[in-house]
């Protein structure tokens, strides 16, 4: 299976700031994506990053409030930006490497005050 | 558009007991289905998966579940449970096999009891 890193772990923000979090899988894969779980809820996507072109937002979702970059096949961020206590979640990265399945990182914990 | 039910946000089953969670599915075309578990605190990890093989799959930790096209349902069993099995339990589906991403049930948090 991939192995997934996220970064920060965690974080602490204070409200009107941004946060950029980072993802870095172990191997080159062509399909990431970005969750969001909010306490105590499932997993909402937010966007698909492709390298090479503008990542895909879902219904609810804009760039100018989660910019993604993914520069190459094995690295993506996602930047919350301008937070409200909203925001605070859990951001999840994960990835599909052909085999029909999604791979997880172990989450960024957001606490917006 | 598709989407997954999952019936009941809490299953409390006894250690030793028969685990089963529900799961129902909604898509226009052959889904892809997925078991995922959540621990405390952590990412999650793929139970087990349905890509329109076998309909009986067999994930790890001795999880298995059954894809019934006609009850559009993919819950998931375990004969016998273990106080590591607590945790929250997702299903979701998927038509495109995780490249079109995943649209994920609401969750069951299974509790296991003494």
């Known amino acids: 299976s991939a192995v997934i890193s996220q970064k920060p772990s965690r974080d602490i923000c204070q409200r009107g700031t941004s946060l950029t979090i980072q993802c870095q899988v172990d191997?080159?894969?062509?399909?990431m994506f970005w969750y969001r779980q909010q306490p105590g809820q499932s997993l909402t996507l937010i966007a698909t990053a492709n390298q090479g072109s503008e990542a895909t937002y879902e219904s609810g979702f804009v760039i100018d409030k989660f910019p993604i970059s993914r520069p190459n096949l094995t690295f993506s961020t996602l930047t919350v930006s301008n937070m409200s206590p909203e925001d605070s979640s859990i951001y999840l990265c994960s990835a599909d490497r052909n085999t029909g399945e999604l791979f997880f990182g172990e989450g960024s914990r957001l606490t917006v005050l | 558009a598709q989407s997954v039910t999952q019936l009941g946000s809490h299953v409390s089953v006894s250690e030793g007991a028969l685990v089963l969670l529900r799961c129902n599915y909604s898509s226009s075309v052959p889904p892809y289905l997925f078991w995922y578990v959540q621990y405390p605190n952590q990412g999650l990890q793929l139970l087990l998966k349905?890509?329109?093989?076998?309909?009986l799959v067999k994930g790890i930790n001795g999880f298995e579940a059954e894809f019934k096209k006609s009850e559009t349902s993919f819950h998931l069993t375990k004969p016998s449970a273990h106080m590591s099995d607590a945790a929250e339990y997702f299903c979701a589906v998927s038509t495109g096999g995780g490249a079109d991403g995943l649209t994920f049930g609401k969750g069951t948090h299974l509790i296991i009891q003494p």
């Open positions: 349905y890509t329109s093989a076998a309909t």
């Open positions: 191997s080159q894969v062509t399909m």
